[in-house]
């Protein structure tokens, strides 16, 4: 079983073409994806990151110094992944299908990133000290603690329902 792209993922995609035109690349690499993933501070890579003491600036930093802009802006519509960024969709699909997940999420994608030895988002993220073993558990622990506020929420609601 292949597991699916969610919404946010699509999403996500989207906002790393985004990127990569920002920087007037003609690709999507994994460093866009990177990028694209801190887009909603909200999000549970962008809260994990944070809690493992990575701000979004200084991951912005880190890619900039490893990927300079280029100085004329792509004219190309559609812009298609680099080897790396593709092999880092596999790797996130390989740790979704390991969890027995359906859905490839954005924090799939995050530790696909991290497992590309050759990727600029790799890269960065370990030159900022991030390693992917308590990169995963942090986003476990995060979820986890999403899952549990909701069910406190819906819980009440539930249970008052005749």
């Known amino acids: 079983m292949r597991p699916l792209l969610t919404r946010e993922?699509?999403?996500?995609?989207?906002?790393?073409?985004?990127?990569?035109?920002?920087?007037?690349?003609?690709?999507?690499?994994?460093?866009?994806?990177?990028?694209?993933?801190?887009?909603?501070?909200?999000?549970?890579p962008a809260i994990a990151l944070q809690s493992q003491g990575v701000s979004a600036d200084q991951i912005r930093s880190e890619v900039l110094r490893l990927v300079q802009p280029v100085p004329t802006p792509t004219t190309t519509s559609n812009l298609t992944l680099t080897p790396g960024a593709k092999k880092s969709l596999q790797y996130a699909a390989i740790d979704a299908s390991f969890t027995q997940q359906k859905f490839l999420t954005p924090?799939?994608?995050?530790l696909g990133l991290l497992h590309e030895p050759d990727g600029v988002a790799?890269?960065?993220l370990r030159n900022l000290g991030i390693q992917l073993l308590p990169l995963r558990n942090q986003l476990l622990k995060t979820r986890l603690a999403q899952l549990t506020l909701v069910e406190r929420i819906v819980r009440p609601l539930t249970m008052t329902t005749p």
């Open 9 to 44: 993922s699509r999403a996500l995609l989207t906002h790393a073409a985004e990127q990569a035109r920002a920087l007037h690349h003609h690709f999507i690499g994994t460093e866009h994806i990177l990028l694209a993933l801190l887009v909603d501070p909200t999000s549970l």
């Open 122 to 124: 790799g890269q960065a």
């Open 107 to 110: 924090a799939h994608l995050l």
